[in-house]
């Protein structure tokens, strides 16, 4: 595809090697159940990359360990998770290629991060990673990604046939099937792609040139 008017792009796992920084600090936050519950708490989180941590934490403190949390518990659990992880998402590598691609693009097509970290943070990580210059904006939660893609087209004019969504997880890419979007899956060497059969993938972003 080329000339674009715009790439989305997921960033944990697409643009910055953070994937294992969350299931570590996920991980961190239920390491003290049994480890057959613990099993099925990090089942789940794999199984939905992409998605808003709090929607995760509720989710499992409701379906695994039978228990509702009220907004101050899951507040302090949030604020638990973003502290174990911020500053190592900050300092972690890129995805190979991904440099690359944010300073070759950033004058060609506009190029908006769209991601399931909340909105604050990942504004404040995109800033400590010296980023802002290549990007045209930053997105978070709790806003799913679809609403994010759909309030940006329409912001900027965009036609979906001229953009690509790069992502990791199946949020990634049901944003962008929502959104008419074309989807480009980038699977590490090694891990199971997520991506329903037929999807393209890459290993990592070395290459990928829409000019």
């Avoid at 302090?76 to 500053?87: F, M, P, S």
């Avoid at 944010?102 to 990942?122: A, N, R, W």
């Avoid at 404040?124 to 997105?139: C, D, E, F, N, P």
Wanted: aromatic content about 8%; some cysteine.
């Amino acid at each position: 595809m080329k000339h674009v008017q715009a790439l989305f792009l997921d960033f944990d796992g697409v643009l910055v090697e953070s994937v294992e920084i969350k299931s570590k600090a996920f991980k961190a936050i239920y390491a003290d159940q049994p480890a057959d519950v613990l099993a099925h708490i990090m089942a789940y989180h794999g199984a939905h990359d992409g998605i808003s941590r709090v929607v995760k934490l509720r989710h499992c403190h409701e379906h695994f360990l039978g228990k509702r949390l009220n907004q101050d518990e899951l507040d302090a659990l949030t604020l638990r998770y973003a502290q174990l992880v911020e500053d190592a998402v900050v300092d972690a590598p890129w995805v190979l290629g991904a440099l690359e691609l944010l300073q070759s693009h950033h004058k060609i097509c506009k190029l908006f991060v769209v991601s399931g970290t909340p909105d604050d943070e990942i504004k404040r990580i995109a800033q400590r990673r010296a980023m802002m210059g290549w990007l045209t904006s930053v997105h978070g939660s709790p806003t799913s990604k679809t609403d994010i893609v759909r309030a940006l087209a329409a912001t900027h004019g965009l036609n979906p046939n001229d953009c690509v969504f790069i992502g990791d997880a199946m949020a990634d890419w049901t944003a962008a099937h929502e959104t008419g979007i074309a989807f480009i899956g980038r699977v590490a060497t090694n891990r199971p792609s997520p991506f329903p059969q037929g999807t393209h993938t890459v290993p990592d972003l070395r290459g990928l040139t829409f000019v």
